[in-house]
């Protein structure tokens, strides 16, 4: 099994792949999974805003399109140049709370070394999904 740190070092080495021209805020994360393997992920802007894509995102999309579940993952890292731990965006929020375990450690990271563990629960308290519809 994958180590914490050793997760939010991949999610660092995944940074270096954002498409990011207009914010230029890099992001990268990795979800690990129960079987050892690790996906990445990395955030991709547009011109068009609303079609970007988040590194979160394209982490647990990455391991769904491997033919992961949501039982499958087991960790997500985070990693951003940010003052603090970086947080996931709202739309990222809801995305963990339906496709990521609950309860499963969430590390939330910058490039200075500090660290946040956290979990899909805790980030979205008072989630909408399907019991909603």
Not at 77 to 102: K, N, W
Not at 103 to 123: F, K, M, Q, S, V
């Amino acid at each position: 099994m994958i180590s914490k740190e050793e997760l939010i070092q991949v999610a660092i080495d995944a940074r270096a792949r954002s498409y990011s021209p207009y914010s230029k805020f890099a992001v990268g994360a990795a979800v690990a999974c129960a079987d050892g393997s690790v996906y990445i992920g990395a955030n991709i802007e547009n011109a068009s805003y609303p079609l970007c894509m988040c590194a979160e995102r394209n982490a647990i999309y990455n391991a769904m399109m491997d033919g992961k579940v949501r039982d499958d993952m087991v960790a997500l890292a985070i990693v951003a140049d940010t003052e603090g731990p970086c947080s996931p965006c709202g739309a990222c929020r809801q995305v963990l709370h339906e496709l990521f375990p609950s309860n499963a450690p969430i590390y939330l990271a910058n490039l200075n070394g500090d660290r946040l563990t956290t979990n899909a629960a805790e980030l979205l308290p008072f989630a909408f999904d399907g019991r909603d519809l």
